[in-house]
């Protein structure tokens, strides 16, 4: 682990490679886990502003969770996530040619809003959570995502650089910077 700013870093970030393969993963990771995807306080205001806006790019199913149970929900930790259908997939996603997507961001990318997708599931398989004043960054390593490692692996994109423009999002574009300098040392130690 390193530190650049506030944020302590997994060095799994700037070791490990990967790149996002839809077409073996299927998207899973929008469909399984324990809870919806993290959600921040500006991301819940957000979400409730455009809920009419993305309400026409998801399925029945979504809709119907939404307007039951609002745009977001508290987990068992007490933090806001994305709300699930039948505690399974997350209920902004849609189904397409068999993957799972995220209607948020097929929004997004038709220009309908200005708001990608909740920055946990822009910088998956990557978590950040807060620590007092530190935000820990850290990999989740999730079978699911083993085509992801095998493809990173294959064409040498580092996890770091395949959520680079999460990672900027996030941190900006200085402690980015910052992070690659530190991978080019990692890489010229190895």
Not at 45 to 51: A, D, G, S
Not at 73 to 97: M, Q, R, W
Not at 119 to 143: M, Q, T, Y
Request: one cysteine or more; proline letters at 4%.
């Amino acid at each position: 682990m390193f530190q650049v700013g506030k944020y302590i870093i997994s060095s799994d970030l700037l070791e490990k490679k990967f790149a996002c393969d839809l077409p073996l993963c299927l998207g899973n990771c929008c469909r399984y886990g324990d809870a919806g995807a993290p959600l921040s306080e500006g991301e819940v205001v957000i979400l409730e502003k455009i809920r009419t806006k993305i309400f026409p790019y998801m399925r029945e199913e979504g809709r119907r969770v939404v307007a039951t149970q609002g745009t977001s929900v508290i987990d068992i930790e007490g933090e806001s996530v994305t709300p699930l259908i039948d505690n399974k997939e997350c209920a902004y996603t849609i189904y397409e040619n068999g993957i799972f997507k995220c209607a948020i961001e097929k929004a997004w990318e038709e220009g309908k809003i200005d708001f990608r997708k909740p920055l946990s599931c822009h910088l998956f398989p990557v978590r950040i959570k807060k620590f007092g004043e530190f935000i820990a960054v850290n990999v989740d390593d999730w079978p699911l995502c083993l085509a992801g490692r095998e493809k990173g692996g294959r064409e040498g994109i580092y996890l770091y650089e395949f959520i680079a423009e999460a990672l900027k999002r996030e941190m900006g574009e200085d402690i980015y910077r910052q992070i690659c300098i530190a991978a080019e040392k990692i890489r010229k130690r190895l």
